[in-house]
């Protein structure tokens, strides 16, 4: 996994990566209440607002940790957002996108260099 400073993850396969945002960003959030997802075949530059969770507490961007277009989106939250809080790196993701540029991923921090900067 590699992770964004804005608190979104990425899990590659191939040149398809999933995002979702990290246990810690969900955590701050609180428990979300709507999860406003981008549309398949839309297309984001790095660092991009690509989606939108609602909190009781907040609303939050979600940047996309890469250029790339959108092959699908977790349609599971649209109900049930709160699975990004149960399971915000597994059945919590938000979207997947076909990578643009691989060299962008070199850019993003592993999880030791994430972690660091949460302390």
């Known amino acids: 996994m590699k992770f964004t400073k804005d608190h979104e993850w990425l899990r590659l396969d191939g040149d398809v990566a999933t995002v979702g945002i990290t246990p810690y960003a969900q955590d ?11 549309s398949v075949g839309a297309r984001f530059a790095q660092g991009a607002a690509a989606a939108t969770v609602e909190s009781v507490k907040a ?9 790339g277009e959108i092959i699908a ?3 599971l939250l649209v109900a049930e957002p709160a ?3 149960a399971a915000p790196t597994q059945e919590g993701w938000l979207f997947k996108m076909r990578i643009a540029d691989p060299a962008e991923i ?3 921090l592993d999880e030791a260099a994430y972690k660091a900067i949460l302390t």
């Open 28 to 38: 701050k959030l609180g428990e979300l209440v709507y999860v406003e997802l981008p």
């Open 59 to 67: 609303v939050s961007e979600v940047y996309a940790p890469v250029a």
């Open 73 to 75: 989106v977790n349609n």
């Open 106 to 108: 070199d850019s993003l």
């Open 83 to 85: 699975l990004v809080n």
